[in-house]
């Protein structure tokens, strides 16, 4: 075990719930997607520090591939909220 | 000595990331909030770097703080005016919800210490070293991404396509900015060509270096969002159909070439040794037209005017969505 991993893991955990609970505090839907990000960026960064192997060696390539998928997958969905958040915004002010 | 700095350094890097998380979700203030979380997303950018992710800490600087941040910034714009949000109805006291997040964090916290400290991780680097010579590339990301793993990349590309398709079923896309003053337009003038040759030098890294079809496609997307800002309301989509098919493009060219394969009695997707480095190319192009078209697309946030007359294209009108 790497203090890397203790170090960049345990602040994933953390970012992850940081984000869970502003997502189910807040209530503009804006701010619940932005924390459902950070609710992610968390779980991405416990994943990629277990991937360390130390300053010498080069990580694991295999949860990179995944990151890097989820990533893309998290800006889609993020950016299907948005436009699902603006369309019940519209049906609101009719 | 040089130890105790690095570790220094992590401690004071996670600090600033927990801090900015915790800063972007906590203040009441939106837009705030969203500049916060770009600020985020380039820490993080950092983190990836740091981590020995190239590959990430490039995707995350193009999408996650920049395409991530100017889609938030856009839809800033939609919500009512500046008044401040009002916390969720929630059927149990918030109190209660703020300890259940520390228990689990407790809990995920304690089981990931306890598996560091005792798993015997399998590492996946040595099978990918001893495989990579047939896979048509030599870096590493790459090659899990375009072959070995090639069902999940086809799999995110449909997902990225889906998206599109529910934001142009909801609404038509927002009205354009007005153009742009004489300092903005040269700028857009200066950066859009840089950002269009850096794409195409980071879809062509992607062989040997960090880099492909997702970091290019951001940059090509971030291309479209500067020429929108500066006035230009399609943000240089192309018209009618060719739309369309430049956002199933990604998807389908993957697909047809995994589906030539089985023509020639191989498996899905299981290029031949010598022909895969170009078709990895062939795929990795369609797909970063195809993300850059997507992520585009989802900065307009819905459909151009032109979507529907390209459909029905005998009617000749134009629609009403202006």
């Known amino acids: 075990m790497l203090a890397e991993h203790l170090i960049y893991g345990l602040s994933g955990v953390g970012l992850f719930a940081i984000g869970l609970r502003a997502a189910l505090l807040h209530g503009?839907?804006?701010?619940?997607?932005?924390?459902?990000?950070v609710c992610g960026a968390g779980v991405f960064l416990t994943i990629v520090a277990l991937a360390y192997q130390g300053l010498t060696v080069p990580a694991?390539?295999?949860?990179?591939a995944l990151v890097l998928t989820g990533i893309v997958v998290a800006v889609s969905a993020t950016a299907l909220a948005l436009a699902l958040g603006r369309r019940l915004q519209e049906m609101q002010d009719e | 000595m040089t130890e105790?700095?690095?570790?220094?350094?992590?401690?004071?890097?996670?600090?600033?990331?927990?801090?900015?998380?915790?800063?972007?979700?906590?203040?009441?203030?939106?837009?705030?909030?969203?500049?916060?979380?770009?600020?985020?997303?380039?820490?993080?950018?950092?983190?990836?770097?740091?981590?020995?992710?190239?590959d990430l800490a490039l995707a995350e600087a193009a999408i996650g703080a920049g395409i991530a941040g100017a889609l938030l910034l856009a839809a800033l714009r939609d919500e009512p005016a500046a008044e401040v949000p009002a916390p969720a109805r929630l059927a149990v006291p918030g109190w209660l919800l703020t300890l259940f997040t520390i228990g689990l964090a407790v809990v995920v916290g304690w089981a990931l210490i306890d598996a560091l400290a005792t798993a015997q991780p399998q590492r996946l680097l040595p099978l990918v070293s001893a495989e990579i010579a047939s896979s048509g590339v030599s870096h590493p990301v790459t090659a899990v991404l375009l072959n070995f793993r090639a069902y999940d990349t086809l799999l995110e590309l449909a997902v990225v396509l889906t998206a599109v398709y529910g934001i142009v079923a909801l609404a038509p896309a927002r009205p354009g900015f007005r153009p742009a003053g004489p300092v903005l337009e040269g700028l857009v003038g200066w950066l859009v060509p840089l950002l269009i040759v850096t794409a195409a030098y980071l879809l062509w890294a992607g062989a040997h270096a960090p880099g492909g079809a997702f970091q290019a496609g951001a940059t090509l997307a971030a291309a479209a969002v500067l020429l929108r800002l500066g006035g230009h309301p399609r943000a240089a989509l192309p018209p009618g159909t060719w739309l369309r098919l430049t956002l199933v493009a990604g998807v389908g060219v993957f697909l047809l070439v995994g589906v030539a394969q089985l023509a020639f009695g191989r498996a899905f997707l299981a290029y031949p040794v010598d022909l895969a480095g170009g078709l990895?190319?062939?795929?990795?192009?369609?797909?970063?037209?195809?993300?850059?078209?997507?992520?585009?697309?989802?900065y307009l946030g819905g459909?151009?005017?032109?979507?529907?007359?390209?459909?029905?294209?005998?009617?000749?009108?134009?629609?009403?969505?202006?």
């Open chain 2, 4 to 54: 105790t700095l690095w570790i220094l350094f992590d401690l004071l890097l996670a600090a600033m990331l927990l801090g900015l998380g915790a800063a972007a979700v906590g203040t009441r203030d939106l837009k705030r909030g969203v500049v916060l979380f770009i600020v985020f997303g380039l820490f993080m950018a950092l983190v990836w770097a740091r981590l020995r992710a190239p």
């Open chain 1, 28 to 37: 503009s839907l804006l701010a619940k997607i932005l924390a459902i990000n």
């Open chain 2, 280 to 298: 990895i190319l062939l795929i990795e192009a369609a797909a970063t037209l195809a993300i850059a078209a997507a992520l585009a697309m989802a």
């Open chain 2, 303 to 322: 459909y151009p005017s032109d979507w529907h007359s390209s459909a029905s294209a005998k009617q000749g009108g134009k629609d009403d969505a202006g």
């Open chain 1, 60 to 64: 694991d390539p295999v949860p990179h």
